[in-house]
């Protein structure tokens, strides 16, 4: 049925749907999802389509201008789980649309790469070449090539293989004797590579179990739970990943891969184009570093059908596979897949739901769940699977605990390296074996302190110390970006008596390369690693050994497989512990096991040094010995008390400006209206200065609610924000599940 009226959100905050009329001659091809332009107040915007009507009662309707992109942008499905991110973040479909659809197929202005192609125009007497090459040998020569082509072929390549030129063509062309035509050609980002077809491996008993798991939710998604895959590190998560891919690909139906942006290796990438080699089309790659151009071509390939896995970070849940069978989330813990900007959704959630939505079935893998998912296991409503052993039968390695305050006792002050640490360095130099040392902070020295006056050297934009870096020179702020010159007195008091505090990777490093001046020392953060070689190379040089100590921040603390590594040092596990988020223990535990899984993939068993001033800490016991379930048991007893997730939500609304006042003010009236508005099921605390007070020159205030019934509370938060005027300068952001709470 051809849609007489057309309901559209358009691309502009204006919070509302809209009615237009479809012309005759367009309406054959508007449907919901379709990409078209609208007028708007005096302009032209551009809108998705959302309803098709036959009828409406808006008044003053105008017709649309003209549709955009080559055929609905968006599936039914999807255009659903835009309308529940919008309800659940509490943010307007819009901005949710900002997401979902790529910027370079939301404006449809960079298409399809179109390239010259050569094929002869009809078929060519011996005579008529004959003739040619005595008027134009150089032709003759040229058409003589193309006549013996079975296929068109690219112009370019066809002048550089006759090293004729671009004129001559053109000439033949105009003789008629060939025929020049513009094609679309696709830009695949690894088009010129070769992967050479894997095939399963075998699996073991445990990997059997969880892909039998899998493989029934794919065939029966209809009462299948989601799937949370708890295997530690090695245990061949990624093979059943690939296996269940497969099933879902015999079944008829199609695939998504969520991985976190720095998980996207070349080794991901051939892994997965690899298993599916046999039909080359099946793997699209979709990251951050792709063109417009490639992201157009990725996003088609996707679309049309013809790719039907999809490797991906965050926003490649939302890709428009048709008939999806599963969708995968590795490392389901990272916090990356959180959004920190409208919309503010969690992929992991997202990914839940649209399996819900699309009938399929999803998998959530980790050797750390986060304690959200966890939670969900053991309430029932998903599945666990869990593979406690590592394929290669290796021991969890031996994690040995440093006391940082004896060694302080020892006389030294905050020490790099403790004695014990050293130790284990010199032995893995002397065997020839490889050491990580992690620490998660960059610089050199993390304050510049005056000992006379005691004043600090912070950011002018931001309530943060600067960071000295030695091979800068300089000072720097690592949330603004900022620099300073390193001045030579304290500008506050003019005295001579600045002294550097507090240590980061550049440090680190430096102190090894004293300790050990034989060893060969590199660092991996990302100020040493800022062009993409640099970073490949290094680790190529790891793993084939030219590295002895490698140092680094959390770059270093995933996904890499080194086996002959068999140290691992933490510099300072107190780093994470010690933040102002309730999260932080959970993030320790994480970051220790997870660092761990580093050390010892070989024939050795390996080794870890924690080095802490808080030794007895519940993550850093737990994480000791391997404890996952106690770990969670006691975590989520702490959660429970507190009324923190995963037991209620919460949701975080920022209040900022350049103005301090204004901020604080506007903060405080929302809190008012907030009371009002929300019943007494809801817990609404009162407006705080953040924990990062000032951040980019804007002066920050807090308000965090909490609350069982999510989808109500995100309701009353936007009623009562629309209801609110703010003054101009005063930004106010809303964070539903935050977790990024400084
Ligand atoms: P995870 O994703 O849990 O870290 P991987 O799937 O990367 O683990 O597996 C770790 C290593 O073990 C990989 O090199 C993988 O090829 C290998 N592997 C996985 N499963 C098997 C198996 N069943 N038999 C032999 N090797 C396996
Ligand atoms: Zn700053």
Redo the contacts with the bound molecule.
Sequence with gaps: MKPSYIRVIIDRAIHRELDYAVPETLAERVGIGTRVRVPFRDRSALATVVATLDHSDAKGIRPIEAIIGEGPALSGPLLELARWIGAYYCCPLETVMRSLLPQVIRKAEIGWKKQLFVRPARKIEDEELDKLKKRAPRQAELLEAISKLDSPILASELLRKTSLDNQTLRALSKRGLIELREEAVERDPHGDEQFLETAN????AE?ANALEQVSNAVASPENARPILLH????????????QAIAVALKHGRSAIVLVPEKSITPQTVE?FKGRFASTPDTVAVLHSHLSQGERHDEWHKINSGRARIVIGARSAVFAPLKNLGLIIV?EEHETTYKQEEAPRYHARDVAVVRAKIEKCAVVL?S?TPSLESYHNAITEKYKLAT?TQ???GQQMPLMRIVDLRQERRKGKIAPILSEKLSQAISDRLEKREQTILFLNRRGFSTSLLCSNCGEARDCPNCSVALTFHRHLARLSCHLCGHTAAVPKKCPACGQDALIYAGFGTEKVEATVTQFFPKAVVRRMDADSMTRKEAYRETLRNFRTGKIDILVGTQMIAK?L?FPNVTLVGIINADLSLHMPDFRAGERTFQLLTQVA?RAGRGERTGEVFVQTYTPFSPSIQFARHHDFAGYFQQELEFRERCDFPPFKHAVLITVRSAHEGRAKLSAETLVRRLKENLGAEFTLGDAMPAPLQKLQGQFRFHILLRGGAIMRLSRLVRETLDKLPFPEDVAVAVDVDPYQLL
Excluded at 234 to 241: A, L, N, P, Q, R
């Design positions: 491996l075998e699996l073991n990997q295997g530690v590190t090695g245990s061949g998560k990624t093979e059943i990943y690939l892994r590795d893998g050797a593979l590592r394929v290669d996904g497989h899984g």
